[in-house]
């Protein structure tokens, strides 16, 4: 085992680039070379956790009405909409990590046994045991979970020794800084920052899951070009949240 393992949280929109629907082959390619990039030159084991932004969100899905006002649909079948976009994303960012050199493998929490392996622990273990990327999809197989909180989940199931998130901007502000730009930046927090500054970099239920095991949330800005290298080479990239 390596003595570094990270979660990398990654949003949807990674593939299809910024405001942009889908999977697009020429975003998915980047992605995936930045990951190999950083593979290369690390000697950290990674996994991934792909949101599923960039096809649709369930929580924000299930407050669509119809003209009547009532609801189109609910937020239990929401949720399974966008763990099902989770396992298209996973599926894409594979075939490319694979056409780049890099041996992946998808795991999901929902069973799809004709595309996907199930999710299992001692499966994911053995996997990065042989040198082998993972990317877990399908959430985790439940609604009302955020893939944040499916971040948090599967880097204290598999050891991860920290868990980074890859966002728009630098780390983490007190406001939007694309909409303030006087938003004040935070070069480290604590758990109890966070929660208590509701600041919504991940949601209560993820850091509190970290809070309570002792897992650092590094995040960072991932469309800044060799960020995620430097992320995987053990740097401090951004805001690290910890005790």
Known sequence: MSERRILLKLSGELLCGPGGFGVEPDATWELAQRIRKGL????????????????????????????????????????????????????????????????????SALAVPEVVEPFERR????????????????????????????????????????LAKGTKVRGIFSDDPVKNPAAEFFPSLSYRDVLERRLEVMDAAAISLCMENGLAVQVFDMWKEGNLERVLAGEVVGTIVRS
Do not use: C, W
């Not at 273990?125 to 990327?133: D, N, Q, Y």
């Not at 959430?139 to 909180?149: C, E, L, M, R, S």
């Not at 880097?155 to 020794?161: C, E, P, S, W, Y």
């Open 123 to 162: 499966r994911a273990l053995e996997h990065l045991a042989r040198g082998r990327l993972l990317i877990f999809a399908g959430g985790t197989g439940h609604p009302y979970f955020t893939t944040d909180t499916t971040a948090s989940l599967r880097a204290l199931q598999i050891g991860a020794t920290q």
């Open 40 to 107: 290369e030159s690390s000697q950290t084991e990674v996994a991934l956790v792909i949101g599923g932004g960039n096809f649709l969100r369930g929580a924000k899905l299930s407050k669509a009405s119809s003209a009547d006002g009532e609801r189109v649909i609910d937020r239990v079948t929401g949720d399974h909409m966008r763990m099902l976009a989770t396992i298209i994303n996973a599926l894409g960012l594979r075939a490319a990590l694979e056409k780049a050199g890099v041996e992946a493998r998808v795991l």
